[in-house]
């Protein structure tokens, strides 16, 4: 597993510096799929050096990722593990050049994540886990290991964009609130302390939880769909995530804290 994990950590910054090397480009390339969410050429940079890479790492590992075509479930249901990507989480953001957007590599293993990197190139920053071995934050060459916060003010992690009552209308407590862009990113500031929760409300991926998930529960909080069910991988013909709620310390009352729900 160490060996795995520095060579993504390795691999994700290639893939950062793939991405930041189209960031300022007048034209990125951006492009409407048939979801209806952006891809840019940054997308298909980064997928591309992932891909090569955990190749070459290794061959018998199978890969899933956001830019790839998905095969089908009786195709997939009997994979042991597999690499599951997100090239660039935050298409949107990095089109709106915030900065706050992502690569995102995760390991999976009878279908739970256990080892998970998450690169924000624009900051120099990697977030990282892998199963029993903790959560870490690696900046200018220095590594940490982080922890979740323990109870005080709630602080809420917000999308730039979404409106605020898309997802304070679930919460029974009042809170502060730090606004960020990537699912992802948000995630991670979980894991280091810095906010307490965050909703996401609206389609996403499994490659949008793979990575966080494992880095989240590793710094001791935990990751779930909107009705405090454990997430799937890998367990069904859609790879679409339900809502989901990303919680810090265990302390926190969560379910009087989120009222749950299910997306109509």
């Not at 590793?218 to 069910?229: L, R």
Request: glycine share 6%.
């Amino acid at each position: 597993m160490h060996e795995y994990l520095e060579a993504c950590i390795s691999l994700a910054e290639q893939a950062g510096l793939a991405i930041m090397a189209i960031y300022k480009q007048d034209d990125v390339g951006a492009k409407e799929k048939s979801d209806h969410t952006p891809v840019t050429k940054a997308d298909l940079a980064s997928n591309e050096v992932l891909m090569a890479g955990l190749n070459a790492i290794a061959p018998d590992i199978p890969i899933m990722s956001e830019e790839v075509p998905i095969p089908p479930l009786a195709e997939r249901q009997n994979w042991s593990r597999y690499w599951l990507l997100d090239p660039m989480d935050g298409t949107g953001e990095f089109i709106l050049e915030s900065g706050d957007f992502a690569v995102n590599i995760a390991l999976v293993e009878h279908n739970k994540p256990v080892l998970g990197v998450i690169h924000w190139p624009a900051k120099h920053i990697t977030y990282f886990a892998a199963k029993q071995e903790g959560a870490f934050k690696r900046e200018d060459g220095q590594t940490e290991r982080i922890y979740v916060a323990p109870p005080e003010t709630l602080t809420l992690a917000v999308s730039r964009r979404q409106k605020l009552e898309a997802v304070s209308q679930y919460l029974n407590a009042q809170f502060a609130t730090i606004a960020l862009g990537s699912c992802s990113l948000k995630a991670c500031i979980i894991a280091e302390g810095k906010a307490d929760c965050f909703l996401r409300i609206g389609p996403t991926g499994e490659w949008d939880t793979g990575a966080s998930q494992i880095i989240v529960e590793e710094a001791g909080g935990s990751i779930t769909d909107a009705q405090f069910n454990p997430l799937t991988y890998n367990q069904r013909e859609s790879t679409e995530n339900p809502d989901f709620i990303v919680m810090g310390h265990p302390d926190w009352e969560w379910q009087k804290i989120v009222t749950p729900h299910q997306r109509p």
